[in-house]
């Protein structure tokens, strides 16, 4: 069967429901010996200690309105200051409260440290004081190095499946190099651009996500995260190597920084004939964000990358993909790239100095009185959809017989200005809602919203 044609799901943080299944893993140091040992020891006792049950209240926007669901999930404790990796679809940014349930069934408050919707990674944390306080007790999981894991390796996934805490089924590594396109798989956020993912055959349920996949001495080998609703023995987790710098990165800022030069490539596998290349050479531009770097110096679809900073590239497959991008990723944001291009046969050099890296996606909220949920406009969405400017927010969706939607405000519609005021993010529509409240003798308010290529002018009777 196609791939196109399989459906996934994510494990949404609703653990009972079925859902789409992300990918996340922790990377750690390298171990010695060679994983074909396929026996459990000691230290597997010391790994499930380390392994908890994450519950999350959060915030999310739908229908023009803001409304609070729970979801459950699993993680996996990672330091002795009580930092836990888990799934950014499991912990994001609108979590309103979390509370981790370790091995022992005590159950403390956590906080929310950050995430990277890009590889599906968060972190959280232990409240501490309560921790001490209590004088309650966890273990610390140690990391294995997943590039060492070869097909049929026996691996065990702890978790918490629809709930069930302290959970462990077992199985092998199936392939660990599997790739699956980007997408919006991440509360509407990208994932997937710059990582494939350890597939393995042990069960993995919703409410696995975010639960480390392991090997028989208790080191972590990747983050459970994705699965094929409708199919057995199909699980993915995010290899241990990509998760080490993702974790650092967010404990130490909140976030993973990374370079931008806006190209999308696809593979050359059987295109080389028709660019005369040698195989194993060169990666195919599909495309160049508008306004990006790549798009001022010109770069265009149908160009073949030959080398970056004057070392070659190979993009004939798929899986490798990721890998160009995430090199690209990890360079400093501001610095020089060199590309040698080949076009129509003609190589030339082109450099171009990278941007950091943003969604396309900005964040969400609601103005709940007038029964519309907006977003902001990122730089990059600004340039993609081809607007003039990324001030304003777009409506996402609209609540019926509110305000808004009597008005005839549309999901989509960008807003300008309320009461002639400009809206250039979210802060600033918010400071307006709130002005509008105060005000005594006002009932109505003037929008100017973008819908399509018009402007329109919009009264709302509150």
């Known amino acids: 069967m196609p791939?196109?044609?399989?459906?996934?799901?994510?494990?949404?943080?609703?653990?009972?429901?079925?859902?789409?299944?992300?990918?996340?893993?922790?990377?750690?140091?390298?171990?010695?010996?060679?994983?074909?040992?396929?026996?459990?020891?000691?230290?597997?006792?010391?790994l499930l200690d380390a392994v908890v049950r994450i519950d999350v209240w959060e915030t999310d926007f739908s229908g023009g309105?803001?409304?609070?669901?729970?979801?459950?999930?699993?993680g996996v404790i990672m330091s002795e200051s009580g930092y836990v990796l888990t799934n950014a679809h499991v912990v994001g940014s609108r979590s309103e409260r979390i509370v981790i349930t370790l091995n022992s069934l005590e159950r403390v408050e956590g906080t929310w440290v950050g995430w990277d919707h890009w590889t599906d990674l968060a972190v959280v944390r232990l409240d501490m004081d309560e921790v001490r306080e209590r004088s309650l007790k966890f273990a610390v999981a140690q990391f294995g190095d997943s590039s060492r894991l070869k097909p049929g390796d026996q691996?065990?996934?702890?978790?918490?499946?629809?709930?069930l805490s302290r959970t462990v089924s077992s199985g092998i590594v199936s392939n660990t190099d599997r790739y699956f396109e980007a997408s919006r798989g991440v509360r509407g956020f990208e994932t997937g651009t710059f990582n494939t993912w350890l597939q393995t055959d042990a069960a993995i349920n919703p409410g696995n996500s975010g639960g480390p996949l392991v090997l028989g001495d208790g080191r972590v080998i990747g983050i459970n995260t994705r699965g094929y609703l409708g199919a057995n023995n199909l699980g993915f987790a995010v290899p241990s190597r990509i998760c080490v710098d993702v974790m650092e990165s967010l404990i130490a800022q909140g976030e993973k920084t990374r370079s931008y030069v806006g190209l999308?490539?696809?593979?050359?596998?059987?295109?080389?004939?028709?660019?005369?290349?040698?195989?194993?050479?060169?990666?195919?531009?599909e495309s160049a964000d508008p306004g990006s770097p790549a798009a001022n110096q010109d770069l265009r679809a149908g160009d073949i990358i030959?080398?970056?900073?004057?070392?070659?590239?190979?993009?004939?497959?798929?899986?490798?993909?990721?890998?160009f991008q995430n090199e690209i990723a990890e360079l400093s944001v501001g610095s020089e790239v060199?590309?040698?291009?080949?076009?129509?046969?003609?190589?030339?050099?082109?450099?171009?100095?990278?941007?950091?890296?943003?969604?396309?996606?900005?964040?969400?909220?609601?103005?709940?009185?007038?029964?519309?949920?907006?977003?902001?406009?990122?730089?990059?969405?600004?340039?993609?959809?081809?607007?003039e400017t990324d001030d304003g927010v777009q409506v996402t969706?609209?609540?019926?017989?509110?305000?808004?939607?009597r008005a005839g405000i549309r999901s989509g519609d960008i807003i300008l200005k309320v009461n002639r005021e400009s809206i250039t993010d979210l802060d600033e529509l918010h400071g307006i809602v709130d002005a509008v409240a105060?005000?005594?003798?006002?009932?109505?308010?003037?929008?100017?919203?973008?819908?399509?290529i018009q402007v329109r002018y919009v009264v709302m009777e509150l």
């Open 3 to 46: 791939f196109s044609l399989l459906k996934m799901i994510i494990h949404a943080p609703v653990a009972p429901v079925l859902g789409f299944v992300v990918i996340l893993a922790f990377s750690a140091c390298a171990t010695t010996g060679k994983h074909r040992d396929t026996s459990v020891d000691s230290s597997f006792e010391s």
């Open 65 to 74: 309105a803001a409304r609070t669901s729970r979801g459950v999930g699993s």
């Open 155 to 163: 691996v065990f996934a702890v978790g918490t499946p629809n709930g």
């Open 264 to 285: 999308q490539v696809a593979p050359l596998q059987d295109l080389e004939s028709f660019f005369r290349l040698e195989m194993n050479q060169g990666v195919l531009v």
């Open 306 to 323: 030959l080398s970056v900073n004057g070392q070659l590239v190979d993009g004939r497959f798929p899986e490798q993909l990721p890998g």
């Open 338 to 387: 060199s590309m040698r291009v080949l076009r129509s046969g003609q190589e030339k050099e082109i450099k171009l100095t990278t941007e950091p890296l943003e969604s396309r996606f900005g964040e969400e909220d609601a103005v709940e009185s007038w029964g519309i949920a907006v977003r902001d406009i990122t730089r990059r969405g600004a340039r993609i959809d081809r607007l």
């Open 397 to 405: 969706s609209v609540q019926n017989d509110y305000p808004a939607e």
């Open 438 to 452: 105060q005000e005594t003798d006002g009932d109505k308010v003037l929008f100017e919203v973008m819908r399509g």
